[in-house]
């Protein structure tokens, strides 16, 4: 028998599964260290009700005692809340039923290791940068890596005593005509990039 959550087991190396019906495989288990033993269902039996019913390596599957190297894996989640990514910390979930979410990406979730899917590279179907892979971004609808998105102009404009200046420091003076000088601001402690005249 068992709690619910653990198995009732006894330190009688002796004992013996014969007369327990349908839990005839005898299990040793271990108790603060000490070897204790218990009956359970073997692989394939049809009455477990709960994966303590099932021998160890197992998992009480739809009603069937399966090896847990059989079990359908779980989905990882594929959805986001717009800024960050929902995570599972279920290592052994897998992107199979996600359709276009395929990748399988690892996140770091307060220090913790949690798993989800995203857009594989080059798929069309984006509309925010956390649709995609880590490492790339949504581009006009289309994940792409980071170093292959064209960088942004800085500003090159003032409201007549201050520059307009983003933080985005991968920002470019190139195509801003005269004002091809890239200069680095500081806005209230920050750091922000605008283009002015050589």
Do not use: H, M
């Amino acid at each position: 028998t068992s709690n619910g959550t653990s198995r009732q087991c006894t330190g009688n190396a002796a004992c013996s599964c014969e007369g327990e019906g349908d839990k005839s495989e005898r299990i040793v288990l271990d108790n603060n260290g000490s070897p204790c033993y218990a009956c359970a269902l073997p692989d394939g039996s049809t009455t477990c009700s709960e994966n303590v019913d099932c021998v160890d390596a197992s998992e009480c599957y739809e009603g069937t005692c399966t090896p847990q190297n059989e079990v359908p894996a779980d989905d990882c989640p594929s959805t986001s809340n717009g800024t960050s990514r929902i995570c599972t910390g279920n290592a052994a979930c897998s992107c199979e039923g996600e359709g276009d979410k395929s990748e399988r990406i690892e996140l770091n979730n307060g220090g913790t290791t949690c798993y989800a899917c995203a857009l594989p590279d080059g798929s069309t179907t984006c509309s925010e940068n956390v649709d995609c892979v880590d490492a790339s971004e949504c581009y006009e609808g289309t994940c792409t890596p980071q170093n292959e998105v064209p960088a942004d102009d800085c500003p090159s404009t003032s409201n007549g005593t201050s520059r307009q200046c983003t933080a985005n420091d991968a920002c470019i003076c190139d195509s801003e005509e005269d004002k091809s000088e890239r200069i680095e601001l500081n806005n209230g402690g920050t750091p922000c990039y605008a283009c002015a005249l050589p």
